[in-house]
């Protein structure tokens, strides 16, 4: 793990502290175990997002359509419910459905060599537009009650909700594999040189498309645990969360360009930003403010390390 990112975390982290701190000190009720639950439940769908797309960005390349996914396989959820499908049934065909959108970006972006950027633009208002034709603009509600728990509640004893374990869970796996094993090398390596690292023996495309693959397979899972946290099946379902996942990747220290970036920045990135949300809102600061505050942290987490590098040069 480079240096630099230990450092950024460790910066990353500290504000964590200051943030927590200084709410907890002037919000009341922020520190309430029942307000902590809350607020980790409000991201766990964006972090699920954030680890879906981090791997990709360590590559060099980006998914933009996460919440497109997200929304799809979340109006797909609803059509089956709302068609008498079994939710036991439902949930195999939705994370295969979220894996087969993943699958389209990796044709079109490794099969056909298009920018990724482009692609992902693209289905992101493709998928979006197919969650209309799938569901319509209504909602579908009234989900199981044996399940909606586990995207609500907290385990019995403890302030930690179901999908929270869900999420550290999937967090493991992912620090796992980018931090530990071959594969994760192999993005590293892919990130700080594409031909290099085909030069060296990796399957390069068959790594991006994995990842695409995966990352849609992530979004399916994220589009499970908003739907039943929300009890609402909508098309419109994570409208905007793109951009909260691609601000907590670039704000946790990952390089839009590839090659750099840790779980752990991430992890600190997304409590960042989960703090500010919840004080903002404890504080009824409207809807257009906070988009302020995270358009302001996806420019200051693009623009710092810009700074740096040039100051290294």
């Known amino acids: 793990m480079p240096v630099r990112d230990l450092k950024w975390e460790s910066v990353l982290v500290a504000l964590c502290v200051v943030v927590f701190a200084a709410a907890a000190v002037t919000t009341p009720g922020f520190a309430e175990a029942g307000n902590v639950a809350f607020l980790l439940l409000d991201h766990t769908a964006v972090a699920l997002l954030a680890l879906a797309l981090l791997p990709v960005v360590l590559t060099g390349e980006i998914d933009l359509s996460v919440a497109s996914t997200l929304g799809l396989c979340s109006a797909l959820t609803g059509a089956l419910w709302d068609g008498g499908v079994p939710f036991e049934t439902i949930l195999p065909v939705v994370l295969v459905a979220g894996a087969v959108l993943g699958a389209v970006n990796a044709v079109l972006v490794v099969g056909f060599g298009l920018p990724s950027l482009a692609v992902t633009i693209g289905t992101l208002g493709l998928y979006r537009g197919l969650a209309y034709v799938v569901l319509g603009d209504g909602a579908v509600t009234g989900f199981p009650e044996n399940y909606r728990p586990l995207a609500t509640d907290a385990v019995p004893g403890l302030f930690v909700p179901y999908s929270v374990l869900l999420l550290v869970v999937v967090g493991l796996v992912v620090a796992l594999v980018v931090h530990a094993t071959p594969v994760g090398r192999a993005l590293y390596a892919i ?123």
């Open 191 to 313: 990130g700080l040189g594409e031909r290099t690292a085909r030069y060296s023996g990796i399957r390069v495309d068959r790594v991006k498309a994995a990842l695409y693959v995966a990352s849609g397979l992530l979004c399916a899972v994220a589009a499970i645990v908003y739907t039943l946290r929300y009890n609402s099946a909508r098309a419109d379902n994570g409208v905007g969360l793109e951009l909260v996942a691609v601000t907590a990747v670039l704000l946790g220290g990952a390089s839009i360009f590839g090659g750099r970036g840790t779980v752990l920045g991430v992890a600190a990135a997304l409590l960042l930003t989960a703090g500010l949300r919840n004080a903002l809102l404890l504080n009824d600061v409207t809807n257009e403010v906070q988009n302020v505050v995270n358009g302001t942290l996806l420019i200051v987490s693009v623009l710092v390390p810009a700074i740096a590098q040039r100051r290294r040069r």
